[in-house]
């Protein structure tokens, strides 16, 4: 599998996304304290312990969470304003979520055009086209008829994958894509991934994966309750981290 | 003595001799009414549970306390006061035909429990799926119409048919409707007949009807939830990259 089987198109836009000043509280707790990030292009990965805010900021991103103040913007359109039209710029921005979220009641291939059809209402023919070779991407055309309770763990989030990808965003989110997987899993995923940020494609994704983070990120973000403590190219966020609290945190997970 | 018992409650020739009538005008009666109660029920019950679960306050509270008060009353009760009370009070919606006012009370009462069985069906759908729809862009409308409608239906389809049983026995109910000759349903076809023959034997063929109707059902309803509590697990082989 090569990056150009994932990008059928190489859009290499490089969209940009901003996060100014972005806060956010539930019951009263912060998650998120004031968070300025920009992720030019690129893969940035976001790590932290649990608990400091990643999936959050990650979900603030298409607003699965609103933002209690501040801006999210994606490309030039700021998601966050009232007027905003959340579907439209939702579609263009694809998401990975750690438990799969397949839809249950869908065959696999119907997974991935359902999006397609409904949203950008192209014809059953077109939009199988793409599904299969979207799926042929993450290795599993062989799949398409199957129910997602028949596919194991790892085969699910690569669908969810293809599922993001038919609608050729330009930014992919990925909420700990791996962190469900069995161990044995993990490495196919996390290839499908690979293959993505060397293709240009924008990503953000919120990892425990170290080694992931190291070899693929061009800035890792680190978060820690709520606060964006450090932000570095990976040689520098690994090698020479200049927060204390990050130093700590690395010890505790290298 | 032992021979009065038997008796009162299995007349064998009075049962044979009101078993023609149930069957030829109860039973279609008490089936069809059965049926068009539901399809009210199904389709108000939809729109209160929509109340039910809306975000605004003024949609939510009109279907919450529509709810508790049919959920509330004795179904006696609320089918005497719609049944009989509609017509009385000029809304003559069906005219002169009872079987309309029937259909609707039962079904106004049915909708009552379909909504919080559709409520907790809807609410049941896992989140996740729900937002990894929104992420793709589809609209509230068109997640609830394809993901959350689907999933959640398949759900409460045991609890849907179990309360189609319910709708069956409620049928019972409509008698104190005054139904016609023609329009009437089991129990009362059986309740002129142990009215006029002095014996309860013609209530007994009837129970009897009725239990052919809801026993069988009762029996795919536990074999349709043993089956989705259980689900199918099909292991596949995971597949090199």
Redesign the interface.
Not at chain 1, 216 to 234: I, K, M, S, Y
Not at chain 2, 168 to 177: C, E, H, R, W
């Given at each position: 599998m090569s990056a150009e089987t994932v990008m059928t198109r190489n859009p290499l836009r490089d969209t940009t996304v901003r996060f100014e000043h972005v806060t956010k509280s539930f019951a009263g707790t912060p998650v998120l304290r004031d968070i300025d990030l920009v992720v030019d292009g690129g893969t940035t990965c976001v790590i932290g312990p649990s608990g400091s805010g990643k999936s959050t900021l990650l979900r603030c991103t298409n607003l699965l969470e609103r933002p209690d103040s501040g801006r999210v913007v994606i490309g030039t359109d700021v998601i966050t304003e009232p007027k905003a039209d959340v579907d439209r710029i939702r579609a263009r921005v694809g998401m990975v979520f750690q438990r799969f979220h397949l839809f249950p009641h869908y065959s696999v291939l119907d997974n991935v055009t359902l999006a397609l059809r409904q949203v950008r209402r192209i014809g059953r023919d077109e939009a199988v086209k793409i599904a299969r070779t979207r799926l042929d991407s993450v290795g599993l055309t062989a799949f398409a008829d199957r129910r997602p309770s028949q596919l194991s763990g790892g085969q699910q989030q690569r669908v969810a994958i293809a599922r993001a990808l038919a609608m050729d965003p330009e930014v992919m989110l990925f909420d700990e894509a791996t962190s469900a997987l069995d161990p044995e899993l993990v490495k196919g995923v996390l290839a499908v991934m690979r293959d993505l940020a060397s293709a240009g494609m924008t990503m953000i994704v919120v990892t425990h994966e170290m080694r992931f983070a190291r070899e693929v990120a061009n800035q890792v973000a680190f978060l820690d309750h709520g606060r964006l403590l450090e932000t570095a190219p990976p040689e520098q966020f690994f090698d020479a981290p200049r927060s204390e609290r990050l130093r700590a945190f690395l010890n505790e997970v290298l | 003595m032992m021979s009065q018992f038997w008796n009162t409650f299995f007349n064998w020739p009075m049962i044979l001799q009101t078993l023609p009538e149930l069957l030829r005008v109860g039973l279609l009666n008490t089936v069809l009414l059965a049926v068009l109660a539901s399809v009210i029920g199904v389709i108000i019950g939809l729109v209160v549970a929509a109340g039910l679960l809306s975000v605004g306050r003024w949609v939510r509270l009109p279907s919450r306390i529509y709810v508790d008060i049919l959920r509330g009353l004795p179904h006696i009760l609320s089918i005497y006061l719609i049944g009989q009370g509609l017509p009385l009070a000029g809304l003559t919606v069906f005219g002169t035909w009872t079987y309309g006012y029937a259909a609707l009370a039962i079904g106004l009462v049915e909708a009552a429990y379909t909504a919080e069985i559709f409520r907790s069906g809807f609410q049941s759908v896992?989140t996740?799926?729900v937002?990894?729809?929104?992420?793709?862009?589809?609209?509230h409308y068109?997640t609830f119409r394809?993901?959350v409608f689907?999933?959640g239906l398949?759900r409460i389809l045991p609890a849907l048919t179990g309360q189609f049983i319910l709708v069956i026995k409620s049928t019972a109910l409509v008698y104190l409707l005054g139904l016609s000759t023609g329009q009437r349903e089991m129990f009362a076809i059986a309740q002129d007949g142990a009215v006029n023959n002095a014996s309860l034997a013609p209530l007994v063929a009837a129970g009897l009807l009725y239990l052919a109707l809801t026993i069988p059902l009762t029996y795919v309803v536990n074999v349709w939830d043993r089956r989705m509590r259980e689900?199918?697990p099909?292991?596949?082989?995971?597949?090199?990259?």
């Amino acid at each position: 599998m090569s990056a150009e089987t994932v990008m059928t198109r190489n859009p290499l836009r490089d969209t940009t996304v901003r996060f100014e000043h972005v806060t956010k509280s539930f019951a009263g707790t912060p998650v998120l304290r004031d968070i300025d990030l920009v992720v030019d292009g690129g893969t940035t990965c976001v790590i932290g312990p649990s608990g400091s805010g990643k999936s959050t900021l990650l979900r603030c991103t298409n607003l699965l969470e609103r933002p209690d103040s501040g801006r999210v913007v994606i490309g030039t359109d700021v998601i966050t304003e009232p007027k905003a039209d959340v579907d439209r710029i939702r579609a263009r921005v694809g998401m990975v979520f750690q438990r799969f979220h397949l839809f249950p009641h869908y065959s696999v291939l119907d997974n991935v055009t359902l999006a397609l059809r409904q949203v950008r209402r192209i014809g059953r023919d077109e939009a199988v086209k793409i599904a299969r070779t979207r799926l042929d991407s993450v290795g599993l055309t062989a799949f398409a008829d199957r129910r997602p309770s028949q596919l194991s763990g790892g085969q699910q989030q690569r669908v969810a994958i293809a599922r993001a990808l038919a609608m050729d965003p330009e930014v992919m989110l990925f909420d700990e894509a791996t962190s469900a997987l069995d161990p044995e899993l993990v490495k196919g995923v996390l290839a499908v991934m690979r293959d993505l940020a060397s293709a240009g494609m924008t990503m953000i994704v919120v990892t425990h994966e170290m080694r992931f983070a190291r070899e693929v990120a061009n800035q890792v973000a680190f978060l820690d309750h709520g606060r964006l403590l450090e932000t570095a190219p990976p040689e520098q966020f690994f090698d020479a981290p200049r927060s204390e609290r990050l130093r700590a945190f690395l010890n505790e997970v290298l | 003595m032992m021979s009065q018992f038997w008796n009162t409650f299995f007349n064998w020739p009075m049962i044979l001799q009101t078993l023609p009538e149930l069957l030829r005008v109860g039973l279609l009666n008490t089936v069809l009414l059965a049926v068009l109660a539901s399809v009210i029920g199904v389709i108000i019950g939809l729109v209160v549970a929509a109340g039910l679960l809306s975000v605004g306050r003024w949609v939510r509270l009109p279907s919450r306390i529509y709810v508790d008060i049919l959920r509330g009353l004795p179904h006696i009760l609320s089918i005497y006061l719609i049944g009989q009370g509609l017509p009385l009070a000029g809304l003559t919606v069906f005219g002169t035909w009872t079987y309309g006012y029937a259909a609707l009370a039962i079904g106004l009462v049915e909708a009552a429990y379909t909504a919080e069985i559709f409520r907790s069906g809807f609410q049941s759908v896992d989140t996740g799926i729900v937002e990894a729809a929104r992420s793709l862009g589809l609209s509230h409308y068109q997640t609830f119409r394809l993901i959350v409608f689907p999933v959640g239906l398949r759900r409460i389809l045991p609890a849907l048919t179990g309360q189609f049983i319910l709708v069956i026995k409620s049928t019972a109910l409509v008698y104190l409707l005054g139904l016609s000759t023609g329009q009437r349903e089991m129990f009362a076809i059986a309740q002129d007949g142990a009215v006029n023959n002095a014996s309860l034997a013609p209530l007994v063929a009837a129970g009897l009807l009725y239990l052919a109707l809801t026993i069988p059902l009762t029996y795919v309803v536990n074999v349709w939830d043993r089956r989705m509590r259980e689900g199918r697990p099909v292991r596949a082989t995971e597949v090199p990259v």
